[in-house]
T-cell receptor, first 110, second 112 residues
Framework: AQRVTQPEKLLSVFKGAPVELKCNYS??????LFWYVQYSRQRLQLLLR??SRESIKGFTADLNKGETSFHLKKPFAQEEDSAMYYC????????????FGKGTKLSVIP | EAGVVQSPRYKIIEKKQPVAFWCNPI?????LYWYRQNLGQGPELLIR????????DSQLPKDRFSAERLKGVDSTLKIQPAELGDSAVYLC??????????FGSGTRLTVV
């Protein structure tokens, strides 16, 4: 069975401080990992996916298969980063379905 | 582009009443998903459609939940009868050719 664990329900950081949102997963195959974000009163949207190896809004995430982790990082937090962040894992080839973690609420203190 | 459109945005019903949610996916997206998100939790898959075929409905409580996607476009999700524990946000998403998910705004159901 696949599972995604986000150990922190709430993370508060000061503006300009580094941010790390933790995500650990369990999956027997080769996973695809994603981070989704939901800003206040907006819909859930894709932030980044590990296969793209890109940086979106200053955020990066590296898949560590040895530690089965996919932590989300940003060197300097901004107030507009305050949101709910969900880590998700996909299974299956072609059209995929996602298993989500419970989410971490990031609050950036001005 | 309107994105994934869901209606209604909010619904309050009494327990044992029926309720239906509607989803219009992005044009051309063959895959459609219904997720349920309970308070304080991440979304959980209820059912996945490839065109008009339900290819994964293992998490759908079939005694009271039903879904359809006629003509492989719009989809409806129905609950009959609703229970208090069905209160949640019901999310629809669509994807095409591994381009990634696009979620709708969701329907927030409150059963009283």
């Amino acid at each position: 069975a696949q599972r995604v664990t986000q150990p922190e329900k709430l993370l508060s950081v000061f503006k300009g401080a580094p941010v790390e949102l933790k995500c650990n997963y369990s999956y027997s195959g080769s996973p695809e990992l994603f981070w989704y974000v939901q800003y206040s009163r907006q819909r859930l949207q894709l932030l980044l996916r590990h296969i793209s190896r890109e940086s979106i809004k200053g955020f990066t995430a590296d898949l560590n298969k040895g530690e089965t982790s996919f932590h989300l990082k940003k060197p300097f937090a901004q107030e507009e980063d305050s949101a709910m962040y969900y880590c998700a894992l996909s299974s299956g080839a072609g059209s995929y379905q996602l298993t989500f973690g419970k989410g971490t609420k990031l609050s950036v203190i001005p | 582009e309107a994105g994934v459109v869901q209606s209604p945005r909010y619904k309050i019903i009494e327990k044992k009443q029926p309720v239906a949610f509607w989803c219009n996916p992005i044009s051309g997206h063959n895959t459609l998903y219904w997720y349920r998100q309970n308070l304080g939790q991440g979304p959980e898959l209820l059912i996945r459609y490839e065109n008009e075929e339900a290819v994964d409905d293992s998490q759908l409580p079939k005694d009271r939940f039903s879904a359809e996607r006629l003509k492989g476009v719009d989809s409806t999700l129905k609950i009959q009868p609703a229970e208090l524990g069905d209160s949640a946000v019901y999310l629809c998403a669509s994807s095409g050719n591994r381009a990634g998910y696009t979620f709708g705004s969701g329907t927030r159901l409150t059963v009283v």
